[in-house]
């Protein structure tokens, strides 16, 4: 009988475990219903936003709620939850858009969206947190494959939990019916862990500009690769109309490859790489646009508008799920000489048929013309989305550079091929003796410095590659790399700027006359730094200590402008300043933003005309701020002076958003301290240069994740810090992940079928629920009545039962013979396999994170009594 009751116990408990399920479909119903609303009847999406279609798998059909945009142009976005708390994987997108209505659609994945209406202009924000892109669509691009075993992590401990769906209406004329619009993608989603993780490489120009009436525009990036392995297997490219062809490559010992090459005219589809690319340490990565200017009466840039243009070449890829890294990008151009060699493929357009042409654009012939306020707002929305990650900045510690023997260091920056440039004064030094009231340089006796004052080092490990500069400078400051790799420099004693060759012995240009300080048009008074515009050449020079003003001179050096004032008493006003002290180009924005350094602020204006557009201070700023430096898609990077006597405000450095100007982090030294930080230098991937004149030294430091510093483990995931200071989130799991079949095609209706199917009343469910208990209370009466008159009251028999009852717990635990496990049954149980659709182009990943088993004087002026005066550096 004993035997009888534990064969019986475990087929209640199997019973009811099938039943509730460890993830049934009834239960991640009833949570999305709590948190979603049902759609408009106008849309022609299942009513059913979740459908399972198995005990692991299931669909969430994610759509706009019936919205009617009212201006062109307009960026509208929702949120859906993730309906379940555990790990899962994304491993199909069936979108659903036509470009009669949209111009394209992102989906991202987060933890907290911007809003929790039903949907909200984007101008918002996508998410209150990072945000990563998961899929993106446009011009009715048909869906591709993945490979199998290839998914996108969500959920779980480190996984977002929701999903964000940007909509871009081009044209609202669309819409003059007043119908509303429910574009939107379903994704199947399963709990299989998935062997490989798949993610995006998005590699976009920032800076093009086409003139109007020019046949042939070229836009070129490329990037080191700089991580482990990866493996190519799907493309996709995107412009507006101007774009004829874009094409990718991967280039290994000078040998180019071919990713993919398209037509953006064409369905903007994932298409597969024809054949495997892999992507290894030190390749380069490199792409090409054609674009052309004919038909336009205005120059054309880079921009979120439909009247502006893009250039974005979108690679798919996998890697080891111990190596995965979600994203990545590349927004830069860093051997442009390399781009003779190209092959002739990557210049010759892709004709498209006009009947192709005409039901591509369709309506979007018009659109409307955007002021600049709005293109400020709508410019590089999407390159905000991809760069926009949690993370902190860390010294890395193990850099030898903080070591090397420099002399004052004055000024940083980076070359095309992010080598790290050092511009010092070698053993000259500036203190009180250095300049006459008038600021003529007093120590002409000494001579230039004989030692090399330009210093190019591997930013990795120090390593000398390169010095020029001897017997040029007497007191160096500024420095500035453009785009072709010459060297433009300031010094404070000749009252000069230079152009540099990088190999030329003699300056190329000079600006200014030497030695002989003034505030006309040929002369400066101790120029602090100088930029050049990567796009038009125009030079832009911060004059200075002794002059309060930002001039700018054509390419040659002809003088075209300038704007600033000194500071009023009591009071900085806009365009006023007390030592402009560092320049940053944001070139995307068409911006220059100057360190204002005596009034502890960041002022930025506009390269054309110099009108000024905005502020950024901060108390923690202190008193004085003396550099700042841009990166691409968004950062802003800075540090201040030493705190005057009495102030709390330390020597640091700060991250900013330089959308918002709000503080993202801030950051010092591990060894040494800051003594004087005077020049900053950030380069895409968040690595940070900071040079100092007292401490005569150069900190390198580098992101990290925030949640995770350095090497942690913490809840099951190990972080660790490369060489390079990338961080680098690995995943040890557990048991090796099944692999998945393929998936077969399975429309809307079969899908809405089987969710009717597997529908259950809340009457049901509840009957079933209490079956279970009544039933195995019934059989413990019997049991109690069997011991009461079998056994009586025998101890013995008591132990017998207690040895029953053992037995049975030993099966239900998998132990001893005779012993069920239950993941053994599911496992072998017919029809325990995931089937659903063909895996769909994406266009992007979540972010990965995987499991684990378990004052003016630099040496210069001394500060002097309060109020003291600026300090010279």
Known sequence: MAGFVSNLLILLLLFQNICLGFRSPISVFKRYKDTSTSLSSECLGSNQPVISFGLSDFALDIRMPAVTPKQSDTYLCMSVPLPVDDEAYVVDFKPHASMDTVHHMLLFGCNEPSSTESYWDCDEGTCKDKSNILYAWARNAPPTRLPKGVGFRVGGETGSRYFVLQVHYGDVSAFRDKHKDCSGVTLHLT?????????????????TVIPPGKKVVDADIACHYKRSPMHL??????????????SGYRVRNGQWTLIGRQSPQLPQAFYPVKYPVDISYDDILAARCVFSGEGRTTETHIGGTANDEMCNFYIMYYMEAKHAVSYMTCTQNTNPEMFRNIPQEANIPIPVKSDVLKMMHGHHEETKDSDASYL????????????DQDFHIEEAVEWPGLDLKLGQVSGLALDPENNLV?????????????????????????????????????????????STGRSLFYLPHGLSVDKNGNYWVTDVALHQVFKLGANDKEPLLILGVPLQPGSDKNHFCQPTDVAVDPVTGSIYVSDGYCNSRIIQFSPNGVYVMQWGEETSLGRSSPGQFCVPHSLALIPDLSQLCVADRENGRIQCFRLETGEFTREIKHKAFGRELFAVSYVPGGLLFAV???????????????????????????????????????????????TVFVGDVHAKAVWKFSSVEKMEHRSVKKAGIEVQETKESETIVEARLKNKPESRDPLKNMDKQHLVQQASSTGVSFVLITTLLIIPVVVLLVILVFIRWRKTTVYGGNSDGERKLDSSSGR????????????????NFFASHKGYSRKGFDRLSTEGSDQEKEEDDGTDSEEECPASPLPPAPSSS
């Open 422 to 466: 050092v511009f010092h004064r070698g053993d000259h030094v500036w203190d009180e003796n250095s300049f006459d009231s008038k600021f003529v340089y007093q120590q002409r006796g000494l001579g230039p410095i004989e030692q090399d004052t330009i210093i190019v080092l591997n930013p990795s490990n120090a390593k000398l590659l390169h």
């Open 233 to 246: 297997f799907a493309y996709r490219v995107h412009t507006h109309r101007l774009g004829k062809v874009v």
């Open 376 to 387: 400020l707002q709508q410019a590089k929305k999407e390159e905000a989305e991809i760069l």
């Open 191 to 207: 709990h299989q862990k998935q062997p490989l993780i798949a993610g995006m490489y998005l590699m976009m120009s920032v800076n």
């Open 640 to 686: 201040n002076g030493m705190p005057y006597p009495g102030e709390v405000e330390s020597v640091q450095g700060f991250v900013m958003n330089f959308s918002t100007g709000e503080i993202i982090d801030t950051f010092i030294p591990l060894r040494k301290s800051f003594e004087m930080p005077h020049d900053i230098v950030a380069s895409e991937d968040r």
């Open 808 to 823: 049975i717990l030993g099966r239900l635990r998998g132990k001893g013979s005779g012993g069920i496990n239950l993941g």
